[in-house]
């Protein structure tokens, strides 16, 4: 049965129909989502329109085709004509049976056959007069809806009332066309206005503000996050406070009077105020010196803020919080930022305060899940866990194994561009001239814990990418990479001892990655070494079983796992491969976030040889400005760390199956059985003494697929597919320095 069958039927009836009016006629035809024209067969208005009704209604019933979005039904009356592209004609069906006649008001009722279908909620009625000489169009021609969406949306309007939350989309009434808009779609903005609309709270903070009264406006006035400003007017508490109370709160915090231009620096989240005390107590200082201190320090800086603009859409929005893991969007638009949005702000947009208050409200959504019996207890962590959990309580170890290979056309009085420049000579593998530089070191640190004197080892690694252009001011580009990795170990083995309250004074407290970046890039500084480079720097903690890092520019950390598909959930399962023909379930289980100005133009730090004060005009990023994170790690992970001449040659996937083939010929994984590794792990073999005597053939295999992509021109690899979505004729690889550390997570020490 073709899509359009409930419309072919729709017509037949109305064929059949005898009956007429002399005041008003109906038309129904098929039409297209485009906006062209459309032919029209007339018939007379008649009882036939319950039918048509029945006959929609009962299709939508039985589900709805994805490609429901093409089909539209045209309704005219003699004084004017209403259209509509909706999912199976549900709201054709609703607006037929509602007797539309000329100059008589349409009024839609409710329909709750179906939650997925775009029909008119009981929250609003959509009510307009029609004149002698008006007339109204549903204009289905932009419609996007596919039957599968469960957002709620609301009724939009340009002249009329249409004020009614649905599930599934949004109908919008503008210059009198209404239009079908899925909540996806909805501009951005709009829930800035929902939002600012309830109530006007302005999300700011001065530079100056402590922590304690940083913590105390967030709560106040219920914030997720705030825009740290260099002039803070006077805060704008809740509706609900007095004037006295906003006087008083600003009197304590001695703010400033309100200014017109009001300088964003940064931003702060809730989330960041949870860990500045965090951090304190780790560094052993009591609650009123991590309150005191400004949040000033602890910001996002400016330039490290993820941001939206009015015209971008809700799904937009969603996707860059999910895949960046943020919670607030400040809207910037003109260089001024409009507001604040959180995933709660979109998930209350459209909702009617009907539908979060009142006793229908309760007894729908609350009265079945609200309170637990006294003997509610914890589940049991599911089978597939069980192992897992135990080797948690054991600490880790990580075996580290490094490869390099300079530029392929690079001599000790240049780099070539292609092999014409370079000679007909072997390509070069002489190390000594590449710009790439790396480190790695074992520390060992303990907890600043009452009762835990116990020091561990943590395992330091970075890697470094000098960049070459500065050879064309006779710098050589090599001196400022190498010796920021230098300073990097420098730092790790010179930190000082800091005596801790429990006075275990012999052990060095953990130093972060971002510090050990920062504190190496002012030594090379102070050195006046002039260069700049992307940097990495990470620290594997065995002891809790996680990795930090750090990361400026296009460096890049990824960590292989097998995940058992069956376990696993249906997005973290393979697809493109039937169950029966995989080898392995070893998959990349997390990427590590480049930053980059432009295109080929990452963040680096760098020294030209004198300061500059004004943020704007700044060459260089700093420390504060590394993309830094956390996640958890397990026994048998694979982390592979390296410079851009690895992923802009060899894809990830790729990376996967050469990590695979070494696992497979090490024979710490037997094709793909996890479950004989996991018993081989329960008997006490980790084959540590293996993996750390192979690791280095894993990191040299990589580097060696680098290398000979590089030189294939054959086919474009990551970096020249990139090149080309951003206008940038490139063909073939892309022949770079490449240094990769390779670390294999095991279960003792080697």
């Known amino acids: 049965m073709i899509a359009s069958s409930p419309i072919i039927a729709a017509r037949r009836v109305l064929r059949m129909s005898s009956a007429s009016s002399s005041s008003s006629s109906v038309v129904v035809s098929s039409s297209s989502s485009s906006s062209s024209s459309s032919s029209h067969h007339h018939h007379q208005y008649s009882t036939a329109s319950s039918v048509v009704g029945s006959i929609l209604g009962s299709y939508c019933d039985h589900g709805c085709s994805s490609n429901s979005s093409s089909r539209a039904a045209h309704l005219s009356t003699s004084s004017g004509s209403l259209s509509s592209s909706t999912c199976c004609g549900s709201a054709i069906a609703n607006l037929a049976n509602s007797n539309v006649m000329g100059g008589r008001t349409i009024a839609a009722s409710i329909s709750r056959q179906s939650r997925h279908h775009p029909i008119l909620n009981g929250g609003g009625v959509m009510s307009s007069s029609f004149s002698s000489s008006s007339s109204v169009s549903v204009d289905g021609s932009n419609s996007s809806y596919d039957g599968t969406s469960s957002d709620a949306t609301t009724m939009g309007t340009g002249d009329g009332d249409v004020g009614a939350a649905v599930g599934g989309g949004d109908l919008t009434m503008k210059d009198d066309v209404v239009k079908w808009k899925r909540l996806s779609e909805v501009p951005?903005?709009?829930?800035?206005?929902?939002?600012?609309?309830?109530?006007?709270?302005?999300?700011?903070?001065?530079?100056?503000?402590?922590?304690?009264?940083?913590?105390?406006?967030?709560?106040?006035?219920?914030?997720?996050?705030?825009?740290?400003?260099?002039?803070?007017?006077?805060?704008?508490?809740?509706?609900?406070?007095?004037?006295?109370?906003?006087?008083?709160?600003?009197?304590?915090?001695?703010?400033?009077?309100?200014?017109?231009?009001?300088?964003?620096?940064?931003?702060?989240?809730?989330?960041?105020?949870?860990?500045?005390?965090?951090?304190?107590?780790?560094?052993?200082?009591?609650?009123?010196?991590?309150?005191?201190?400004?949040?000033?320090?602890?910001?996002?800086?400016?330039?490290?803020?993820?941001?939206?603009?009015?015209?971008?859409?809700?799904?937009?929005?969603?996707?860059?919080?999910?895949?960046?893991?943020?919670?607030?969007?400040?809207?910037?638009?003109?260089?001024?930022?409009?507001?604040?949005?959180?995933?709660?702000?979109?998930?209350?947009?459209?909702?009617?305060?009907?539908?979060?208050?009142?006793?229908?409200?309760?007894?729908?959504?609350?009265?079945?899940?609200?309170?637990?019996?006294?003997?509610?207890?914890?589940?049991?962590?599911?089978?597939?866990?069980?192992?897992?959990?135990?080797?948690?309580?054991?600490?880790?170890?990580?075996?580290?194994?490094?490869?390099?290979?300079?530029?392929?056309?690079?001599?000790?009085?240049?780099?070539?561009?292609?092999?014409?420049?370079?000679?007909?000579?072997?390509?070069?593998?002489?190390?000594?001239?590449?710009?790439?530089?790396?480190?790695?070191?074992?520390?060992?640190?303990?907890?600043?814990?009452?009762?835990?004197?116990?020091?561990?080892?943590?395992?330091?690694?970075?890697?470094?990418?000098?960049?070459?252009?500065?050879?064309?001011?006779?710098?050589?580009?090599?001196e400022f990479s190498h010796r920021l990795m230098l300073e990097c170990e420098n730092i790790l083995r010179e930190a000082s001892c800091i005596k801790l309250k429990n006075n275990c004074d012999s052990s060095r407290v953990m130093i972060t990655p971002a510090e050990v970046i920062g504190q190496a890039h002012e030594r090379v500084k102070a050195d006046n070494i002039v260069g700049s480079s992307t940097a990495l720097v990470a620290v594997i903690d065995g002891g809790r079983h996680q990795l930090h890092f750090s990361n400026l520019g296009d460096c890049g950390i990824i960590v292989l796992r097998h995940i058992d598909s069956n376990v696993a959930g249906s997005l973290k399962r393979e697809t493109r491969i039937p169950r029966a023909l995989r080898t392995s379930d070893l998959r990349v289980n997390f990427v590590s976030q480049q930053q980059l100005r432009s295109f080929n133009h990452p963040h680096q730090l760098g020294w030209t040889g004198k300061d500059v004060d004004d943020v704007e005009e700044r060459l260089f990023e700093t420390s504060s400005e590394c993309c830094t994170s956390s996640i958890h790690i397990r026994r048998g992970d694979i982390i592979i760390m390296a410079t851009d001449g690895l992923f802009d040659n060899v894809e990830l996937e790729d990376v996967t199956n050469i990590a695979l083939e070494w696992e497979q010929k090490n024979r710490f994984i037997t094709g793909g059985d996890m479950a004989e590794r996991a018993k081989r792990w329960q008997q006490g073999s980790s084959m540590t003494t293996e993996s750390a005597e192979a690791v280095q053939d894993l990191a040299q295999a990589l580097v060696e697929r680098a290398r000979e992509n590089s030189l294939d021109n054959t086919k474009d690899s990551p970096f020249a597919i990139l090149a080309k979505e951003n206008d940038v004729m490139w063909n073939g690889g892309m022949p770079d320095d490449c240094t990769v550390l390779a670390m294999h997570i095991v279960g003792a020490e080697a």
């Open 188 to 478: 951005i903005s709009e829930v800035l206005k929902a939002k600012h609309s309830q109530q006007w709270i302005e999300p700011i903070i001065s530079r100056n503000a402590t922590i304690k009264e940083t913590i105390q406006v967030c709560v106040d006035n219920r914030l997720s996050g705030m825009m740290v400003i260099d002039a803070c007017p006077t805060l704008n508490l809740p509706s609900t406070s007095s004037s006295s109370t906003k006087e008083d709160t600003t009197k304590t915090l001695g703010l400033p009077p309100k200014t017109e231009e009001m300088k964003v620096l940064g931003m702060s989240t809730s989330r960041d105020l949870l860990r500045i005390m965090n951090s304190g107590f780790a560094r052993g200082e009591d609650a009123e010196e991590i309150l005191g201190q400004t949040v000033g320090d602890f910001m996002t800086p400016i330039s490290q803020v993820i941001y939206a603009r009015p015209e971008e859409t809700i799904g937009m929005c969603r996707t860059i919080m999910a895949k960046l893991g943020v919670k607030c969007l400040p809207i910037l638009s003109s260089g001024r930022v409009e507001g604040i949005i959180t995933a709660r702000d979109m998930s209350q947009f459209g909702l009617e305060a009907t539908e979060k208050g009142g006793k229908k409200h309760y007894l729908d959504s609350v009265s079945e899940r609200v309170g637990m019996s006294s003997s509610t207890c914890m589940a049991e962590p599911p089978p597939y866990l069980k192992a897992h959990l135990e080797a948690d309580q054991k600490p880790l170890f990580s075996n580290v194994g490094v490869a390099e290979l300079p530029h392929p056309y690079k001599t000790g009085d240049g780099c070539g561009s292609n092999r014409r420049d370079f000679g007909a000579g072997e390509v070069t593998r002489d190390n000594s001239l590449s710009e790439d530089a790396h480190f790695s070191i074992d520390v060992k640190v303990s907890d600043n814990l009452p009762n835990n004197c116990e020091p561990r080892t943590v395992t330091y690694t970075g890697v470094a990418d000098g960049v070459g252009s500065w050879r064309e001011y006779d710098v050589d580009p090599r």
